[in-house]
């Protein structure tokens, strides 16, 4: 473990993506920092594959954008690549992998209206039981949505099935 300076205007805990972007900036502007993170030295493979538009952004700002860009991929490299990992029983055939894969789609929409129309992920909370309440309330508000709503296609109102 290395030695920790005595005093610091700062103590950062976490020496993650943000953790280090804090150090950075906050170092350029001549505040004194410490970073403290659970784990000794650096991930032995780091795990992003892809770098955002915004990331870069910041990573120009700090004047490293350049070299990042030369690490990765080269520049006629497809970006629109589209993949999945999955993980079933041996002998699975790439049919029903990709019938799988194509399901997932429809479960994303339900996640999504859930999050729209019966705040899903408006929470904030401390505890597992609290998430767990909001979470299963949510969901109970998203299925009796999704009832209704079908129960009015089935009677022709139209306007039920435009408006959600």
Not at 46 to 71: C, K, S, V, W
Not at 121 to 141: E, F, G, K
């Amino acid at each position: 473990m290395t030695d920790i300076p005595a005093s610091a205007s700062v103590l950062i805990v976490g020496g993650g993506p943000c953790g280090l972007t804090l150090a950075i900036e906050l170092g350029r502007r001549g505040i004194s920092t410490v970073l403290v993170d659970a784990k000794e030295g650096t991930a032995f493979n780091p795990q992003a594959n892809a770098t955002q538009a915004r990331t870069m952004e910041h990573f120009r700002r700090l004047g490293f954008a350049d070299e990042i860009r030369a690490l990765g991929l080269p520049p006629h490299h497809p970006t629109d690549i589209a993949y999945y990992v999955c993980f079933g029983p041996a002998g699975t055939s790439q049919v029903e992998l990709v019938q799988v894969a194509g399901a997932r789609w429809a479960i994303e929409e339900c996640f999504q209206t859930a999050k729209n129309e019966a705040g899903l992920d408006q929470y904030q909370v401390r505890s597992w039981r609290a998430w767990h309440a909001h979470i299963t309330l949510a969901m109970l508000a998203a299925a009796y949505l999704a009832a209704t709503r079908a129960r009015e296609a089935e009677k022709g109102d139209l306007a039920a099935v435009v408006t959600g």
